[in-house]
């Protein structure tokens, strides 16, 4: 396959060759792009140096396939450029996530959408969503889910490689004792936060994304989980009530999730079904530094939280890098290889 990487100077599309060469994915050549701004920068690939073409000047001939991980701005011009010269475009962002002739593929889930890619371009969903859906589709599957409460606990990486670069930054630029902020959270000085609207270190911020311009006081990131969730497990009329968070964590996205289902649910055949699958690991107090470089779902704290049977409660988490998006970007190229 003659690939391409658009965004391959950014975190993820670091992460995409990386796990490219960890599943050995059968390469003919690959291409870097990136912005004007990398033009020229020198990348490996398994020994091989590749020098990062600028995207605005591509010449996008000869793509079979190209993982984009640039924004949905970048996304938007080039996606149908290369679709337009017969390539295949694996999406990570937002942009054709809610087109009805884009498939919304998590593979565990629902590969035979690929079956029908008319605009030739596949999209990656956003990473939150993406760890949640494997354990869902199982639990749907089961019992015919109806209703999730979500509350999402994000790490910084989820807003790229200047969220990270945020936290660290308060993280060792700080001034005053950490011990202090347990009694005053005005006692440490972090700077000014620019990535994030509040200190995002040792902190929780209660929105993740922009605020929709709706007046609804409900975040781009809440959006998407509902608006994903309902198209990925085609479940069109799912309730989906979302509280998206920001974290004080590098990476690896939580999930705090209340189901209800249709029938009544059983603790032990969940266990049951979750434990049959490659993708889940059941670690019953999952946390982010669990699952950073890790690509399973894994999933905790299955329980009853009230006496209603119909309802299911449990905890989720996964590397938003590597499931919540790279990897999840090459497991559907493979999909497509094999074909
Ligand atoms: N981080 C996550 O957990 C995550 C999860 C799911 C999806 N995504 C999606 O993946 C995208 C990248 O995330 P990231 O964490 O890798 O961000 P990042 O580290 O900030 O990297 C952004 C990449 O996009 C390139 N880029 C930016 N503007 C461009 C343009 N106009 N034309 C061409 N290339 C351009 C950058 O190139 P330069 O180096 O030249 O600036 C860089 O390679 C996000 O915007 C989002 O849509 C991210």
Redesign the pocket.
Known sequence: MNLAI?????????VMAQILIERDYPVDSIRF??????KGKLLDFKGQIIE?ED??EGNFNGIDIALF???????K??APKVAEKGGIVID???CFRQDPNVPLVVPEVNSHTLNDIPLNIVA?P??TT?VAMPPLKILHDLWGLKKMVATTFQ?V??????GVDELSNQLTGYTGNLSDLAFDGAAVDFGTPNKFPKIAALNVIPMAGSFLDDGSNVTSEELKLVNESRKILDIPNLIVSATCTRVSVMTGHSLSLTLTFEDQTDIEQATKALSNKDYIVLDNVPTPHTAAGKDPSYVGRIRHATNDLHELSLFVVGD??RK??ALNAVQIAEVLAKR
Do not use: E
């Open positions: 658009f965004g391959a100077t950014g975190q993820v599309g670091q792009f990136a912005s004007s701004r990398s990062v995207a605005d991980s640039c924004g949905a701005a970048a996304s011009i080039y990570n962002s937002s990656n956003n990473c993406m790490a990486s989820g807003s790229g490689k200047a938003n890098l919540g998006a």
